[in-house]
C-alpha cells in the first residue's frame, strides 16, 4: 500500500516538474500590471492584451514566418542530400566507407562556437549575411550529419529482396530511391525529418550571429531580445505569450508524432 | 553483395554510390570542414570581423605572447580558465544528475499503470521546448522579487529574504545545471525506457518468483543490460554539455560566474570583435571537445577490449 501511494506520489511529480513551468508560463502571459507580480498560480483577470502586443510591438508573425520558412528548407535540404547517400552508405560496400560515416557523425560534435567566424565569412562572402538562404546555409551543418546517420541505419533495416529484382529489371539508383525505397522509408523521413525541424526551429546561436535586423530574426532571436524601459524592466508578460504562442504548436507536434520522434532519436543513438 | 568483388558489376556499383554521395559530402565540406579551417586560420591571424581582407599572421600571439614583461593572449587570460571551469562543474554535475533522474524517470514509465501514456507524453514537454524559451521561463520563475520560486520557497518558510537566482555566482551556476537537468532528462529517460523495453520480461519474473530485492534486481541485472545504451546517451549529453551556449547566455548573459568556453569564444569574437583571439578561443573550445571525444573512445575500446578477453 505504502508503495503504491509512493509509486502514484512519484508519477504525480513527474508530470507536476514535466508541464508546470510551461503552465506558469500560460498563466503569466494572461496577467498585465500589478497582477504579474503577485505570484499565484490561476490569472484572477485573464487577458490577452500580451498576445497582441507581441505582435503589435515587433514583426512577430514575420518571424514566425522566417522561422518556419528556414526550419522547412532545411529539412528539405537535408533529407534530399542524406536519402541518396543513406542508400549508397548502406546498401554498397566500398573502401572507406566506414571512415566516412565516421567522419560525418564527428560533424555532429562540432561546437557551433568553433565554426562561427568561418561560418561568417562564408556567408558574407557568398552576399548571404542578414538572410535566411544564408542561416538555412549554416544549418545544414548541424542537421546534415544525423539525417545521414539516422537514414543509413532505417535504409539497413529494409530487407535487401526489395530492391533486388529492381537491380535484376537494370533499374538505376535513382529509379530504386524513387520506386522502391521512399514507399517503406517514409516514417523514417517523417521521424528524421521532424528531428531537423525541430533543431533548426531551436537554434539560436548561428540566428543571432547572422541576422541583423528585425524582419529576419527567427522566433528564438526575437524571444531573447524582446526588451523593455530598462534592463530592469523587463516585459515578461509579454515574453511569456511570445513563448507560449512558439512552444504550444512544438510540444502538439511532438505529442502528435511521439512514437516517430522516439523512433528516430533510439535509430540515432542506441543502434548507431 | 561480395566485398571488393571486381567484376564490372560491381565497379558500376561503387562508381554510382560516390555519385550519389558526392553531394552531401560536398555541402559537408562548404558548410563544416571550411568554416572550421577558416577558425583555425584566422586564430593565427589579427583579424577583426569587419574587415577581414587585410587579416595578418601573427603566429601564436593570440594564445600566448609577451610584450614588457607581460603575458598576453587567451591561454594566460583568468576569465578563459574560468570558463573551463565552469563548463566542466556544468557537465559532471548535469549529466550525473541527468544519468540518476533519466534512469529513475524510465523506470518509473516502464511500469504499468492507468494513464501511462500521457505521462509519458507529458515527459516529453520540457525536451520540445525551445532552449531559449526555458531559459526565458524559468529566467522569470526564478526573479529574485517576483518569481515564483522564490514566493514557494519562503511560503513553506525555507527561506527568510528572497535569494538572487541569476546574480548571485553560486546560486546562478545552480540555476543553470538546475534548467538543463529539467530540460535534458526527458531525453535520458526517453534512451533508457527504449533500452528497458528491449530486455526480455521473463527475466524479471525469474527473480520475482526467486523473492529478491526489486533494488537487489535493477543494480544485478537491469542495469549490466541496459548499461550500453546508458554509456551512448551519456557520451552525447557530454559532447552536447561541454558546448552549452542558448542556456547560460540567455539565464545569464555574460556573467563571469557562469560563462562556459562557448560563451567566451562568442563574447571575444562578437562584442569584442576581435576575430583573432575570438577565433583562437573557438579553436581552443573544438580542441576540448575533439580531446574528450577522443578520450571516450579510447576508453570504450579499451573496456570491449577487456570485455573481449
Redesign the interface.
Known sequence: MIARAGFALAVVLIVAVSIGPLGYAVVTSLETGSALFTPGLWPETPTGTNYAAVFAEQPFARNILNSIAVAGGVVGMSLTLAVTAAFALARVSFRGRGLLLGTVLSVSMFPQVAVLSGMFLLIRSLGLYNSLPGLGLSYLMLTLPFTVWMLTTFVRQIPKEMEEAAIMDGAGPLTIIGRVFLPVLWPALVSTGLLAFIVAWNEFLFALTFTLTAETRTVPVAIALISGASAHELPWGRIMAASVIVTVPMVLLVLVFQRWIVSGLTAGAVKG | ?K??AATPLARR??R???A??A???L??L???A??????IW?GFTDAS?AG?GDAAFIGWENYYAVYGGQAFGVLVDPQWWRSVGNTLVFTVTSVSLETVLGVL?AL?LH?R?PGRAW????????????????A???A??L?D????VN??LEGMGLIDAPLAWTADPLLSMIAVIGVDV?KTT??MA??VL??LEMLPRDIYEAARVDGIHPVRVFFRVTLPLIR??LV??IV?RT?DA??V??LV??LTANSPATMT??VY??RE??DFQS?GS??AA??L??LV??LA?ALILTAGRLREREAGS
Open positions: 553483395m566485398r571488393g556499383r561503387v554510382e554510390a560516390w550519389l554521395i553531394p552531401m559530402v555541402v559537408l562548404c558548410v563544416a571550411w568554416p572550421l579551417g577558416r577558425t584566422l570581423l577581414a524517470v518509473v511500469q499503470f505521462v509519458r507524453a507529458a515527459v516529453l514537454v520540457p525536451w520540445a521546448i525551445p532552449t531559449v524559451v526555458s526565458k521561463m524559468w522569470w520563475m526573479n522579487q517576483f518569481g515564483v514566493a514557494a529539467w526527458p531525453f526517453l534512451l527504449a533500452a550500453p545504451a551512448v546517451a552525447f559532447l561541454l558546448r551556449f542558448d547566455y540567455v568556453m562557448s569564444a562568442r569574437l562578437i576575430a575570438g577565433s573557438a579553436t573550445v573544438f571537445i575533439a571525444a
